[in-house]
């Protein structure tokens, strides 16, 4: 058992344990995710069938990464197992059920956008004040009764829930939330909630199905455990109920989505149900130095909610904790910036070695321009997705409603875009007139002269379009029906002849999601290749998720949320300041701010040799500058870890003494440490936030489609260097076939593509 020697003799006891109940809560970085890789490893060595072995990571990027681990030892056996997040796992296993919740079996997954729309609509419909009935709060409120597995009609009888929504004067939430869940399976769509709510009925309704996926999972493995919601948490009871071959891993420490339902009750509740249960303890860290392992242990102890541990480092004491101050967010950036560019040059680092962790993602525009200005390259991770932008989502609503008709987000989406003279009157007309005769939209503008008073023509033809897509997606490969479906829907003709900037990149992003369908239509590992299944799980994927320049090197940007469970060898968390983080919501209750702690301690222990902090005491908020306090979680942490760099200008005219600097930052704004500044502060630039690399070079200048020959070099914006194979067309529409070493081959429209020749 050679592969097993890179774990301690705990680790390893854990790995070896693999029947029965098992429970390993630690502290950070001391290989939790590590046993789960091996112990997937280990049980295909003894024997097990990979068929048979579900694990459930947080991210899809994390399950990618422990099958690349699990494939080392073990070779391509990996490729069988199922892993994924709940969501992605659930929603595979409902694309064969369904039919036995009533629901189709290419259901329509809607996004927050989508359930939000439907949340609006119903508003207006019933006419309630948008000030009360905030679709965001609807909304959530909506999700934390599916969490917690309460149906619409359980929360219309339940005496407590109708008290409260009475007394706070929201009495209609109930009649809200039948109509949605009516709604949505009208529309043939589950929304994120869904997938884990349905999923409890399938099992619990179904005793079939339910012993079918029993005797599939025989054993199962769920990493970052302390973040997993009541529903989340029955499904894996069920799953496990007859093999009880479970093993569950995390960190009370590091539970951080209570605001979703996380329910710290889970890790309580698993040594009630399985009292033979095996607990194992992970106390080294192998992650950070001593100062950092220290420094978090610090902040924790803070918490009153917590089970004990003690968790230590055998590596060096390692450098001190830097605290640096700014006098504006913009500074602050900089500071950053520079602390990057010369810890690099100094320890000839690559730029991936270094991240930026921020309590709310618009903290990230006053970094991103720093760096840029520094020529720093930098990823965001967990911004926008490339499927929430427009134009790809009015494409995928064509898609959508190709493959289900009744899909009525979709329907709205695009019934009028492009522009074909269905104006918003005869749309309200058709969603009534299915209401009232139980039809469902589409079905209603396919006998549009029977139901809708003067249809127009466009409405018939519409539906034959859509129609005409469903036949030929039967014959097509998903790359040709997708590209037929662009060009007949007059989606691409209608960016095409937007000329601006934007309708430019619009354009190149719906080929690049026509090239991504291409890969897709010719992967070789999968059997079924049909648009269909491209289009099954589009809904859930992140901008982390196909990221096709995973190994670039770039400075990681992305909030301590998307940050769990990742390392990096050198961490910056910035915008330690009240209000921000700790977020001005959390100061309302003792549970909030233990949250807030706990996101610090993920923060923290995310580096592994070099950790700087830093805040900043003006900032930017909605337009205005605004003072900032710094947080109280700095004075929490033991003066003896912390070295300070209060080097920026104005510096404060007190004594340089550590004493005095430490009990400075908690004074009140009107001390001389952050000085109100004057109103005539220059106001805020905006900076879009994109979702992509950013990697600087001498600067884009189009290539000279003359001057283009094949065989040449060349860099693109973002698919970086490559080499021309081909050229055809004729100017001004020439298209260039172009091999890019990290990404492939690719072919672009001149006259668009962000190309330089090198
Ligand atoms: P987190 O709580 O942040 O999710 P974790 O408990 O899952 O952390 P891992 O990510 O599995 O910890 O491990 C942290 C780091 O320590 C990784 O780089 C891992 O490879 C390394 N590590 C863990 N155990 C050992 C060991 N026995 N020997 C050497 N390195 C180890
Ligand atoms: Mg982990």
Redesign the pocket.
């Known amino acids: 058992m050679d592969y097993l020697q ?3 003799p705990e ?1 390893k006891a854990a790995v070896l344990q693999i029947k029965g109940p098992v429970m390993i809560i ?10 789960i ?1 091996y112990r997937v490893a280990h049980l295909i060595r003894s024997g097990v069938d990979s068929f048979n072995i579900l694990v459930l990571t947080f991210t899809n990027k994390a399950a990618k990464e422990m099958r690349e681990r699990i494939n080392h030892i073990v070779g391509p056996e990996a490729k069988n197992i199922w892993m994924g997040t709940f969501h992605s796992v659930f929603a595979k296993i409902l694309r064969v059920e369904a039919d036995k919740i009533g629901y189709p079996n290419n259901f329509t997954i809607y996004d927050t956008d989508d359930s939000k729309s439907v949340i609006r609509a119903i508003l207006k419909e019933m006419q309630l004040d948008d000030k009360l009935y905030n679709q965001n709060f609807v909304y959530n409120r909506i999700s934390a009764a599916k969490n917690n597995l309460v149906g619409w009609q359980e929360y219309q009888n339940n005496d407590q829930i109708q008290a409260d929504d009475f007394s706070s004067g929201r009495g209609m939430l109930g009649k809200i939330y039948e109509t949605y869940a009516q709604r949505c399976f009208r529309a043939g769509a589950m929304d994120f909630d869904d997938l884990l709510f349905k999923t409890n009925e399938l099992l619990k309704n179904h005793p079939d199905v339910l012993n079918k996926y029993q005797h599939k999972f025989k054993y199962l493995m769920v ?2 455990y302390q973040d997993t919601n009541f529903s989340q948490y029955l499904i894996v009871k069920r799953l496990a109920a007859v093999s009880e071959n479970l093993c569950v ?1 995390g ?1 009370d420490a ?1 539970s951080i989505y209570a605001f979703r339902g996380a329910n710290i009750q889970n890790i309580l509740n698993f040594e009630k149900d399985y009292p033979d249960l095996k607990v194992f303890k ?1 106390e ?4 950070s130095t001593q100062n950092i392992v220290n420094v978090a242990n610090s902040i924790i102890a803070n918490n009153k909610d917590q089970l004990k541990k003690n968790v230590f480092s055998e590596k060096d004491s390692g450098d001190k904790i830097k605290v640096m101050r700014a006098f504006s967010d913009n500074e602050e950036g900089k500071m950053v910036a520079e602390a990057i560019m010369q810890q690099r040059s100094t320890n000839g680092l690559k730029w991936k070695a270094f991240a930026i962790l921020y309590r709310t993602n618009a903290q990230s525009r006053s970094m991103e321009e720093a760096l840029r200005k520094l020529n720093i390259p930098y990823k965001i991770y967990g911004g926008m997705s490339f499927y929430q932008r427009k134009e790809i989502k009015d494409l995928i609503a064509y898609f959508r409603l190709t493959f289900n008709p009744n899909d009525e987000e979709a329907l709205k989406r695009v019934i009028n875009y492009p522009k074909r003279g269905i104006g918003d009157t005869t749309v309200d007309r058709i969603i009534v007139a299915a209401d009232r005769n139980q039809l469902t939209p589409f079905e209603v503008i396919l006998q549009a002269p029977r139901y809708v008073e003067k249809a127009p023509a466009s409405l018939m033809a519409f539906a034959t379009m859509i129609q005409s897509f469903q036949v030929i997606t039967k014959t097509l490969s998903a790359y040709d029906a997708a590209l037929h479906i662009a060009q007949h829907s007059g989606l691409l003709k209608d960016l095409y002849d937007d000329k601006s900037v934007e309708g430019l990149n619009r354009y190149e992003n719906i080929q690049e999601l026509l090239n991504g369908i291409k890969e897709f239509s010719e992967r070789e590992d999968i059997e079924e290749k049909g648009l269909e299944i491209f289009m099954q799980d589009v809904a859930l994927l992140t901008n982390d998720d196909n990221d096709k320049n995973k190994d670039a090197d770039t400075v990681s940007l992305m909030t301590i949320h998307s940050s ?4 990096f060898p050198q961490v910056h968390i910035v915008g330690l300041e009240e209000n921000l983080f700790p977020s001005q919501m959390s100061l309302n209750s003792r549970s909030d701010l233990e949250e807030e702690r706990r996101l610090f301690y ?1 923060a923290i ?2 580096a592994e040799y070099k950790l700087t902090i830093s805040y900043a005491t003006s900032r930017f908020k909605f337009g205005t500058l605004i003072n900032c306090e710094p947080s109280r979680f700095l004075d929490e942490i033991d003066a003896k870890y912390l070295e300070l760099d209060f080097s920026a200008k104005p510096a404060p005219a007190q004594s340089a003494s550590f004493g005095d600097e430490r009990s400075a930052w908690s004074r009140k704004p009107a001390d001389a440490f952050s000085k109100p500044k004057p109103a005539t502060a220059p106001p805020i630039k905006t900076t879009s936030i994109l979702a992509k690399a950013h990697v600087p070079s001498a600067g884009f200048k189009p290539a000279d489609t003359a001057n283009l020959q094949v065989g040449m070099q060349v860099e693109h914006e973002r698919f970086g260097f490559g080499k021309v194979i081909s050229l055809e067309g004729n100017k001004p529409d020439v298209k260039a076939t172009i091999f890019f070493k990290e990404i492939g081959q690719k072919q672009l429209l001149l006259k668009f593509a962000k190309l330089s020749i090198v």
């Open positions: 890179g774990l301690n680790q630690a502290g950070a970085g001391s290989g939790k995710t590590r046993v890789t990493d970052e891993v960190d590091q992970l080294q860290n192998y992650r769990k469970g990742l390392e993920v222990t995310r």
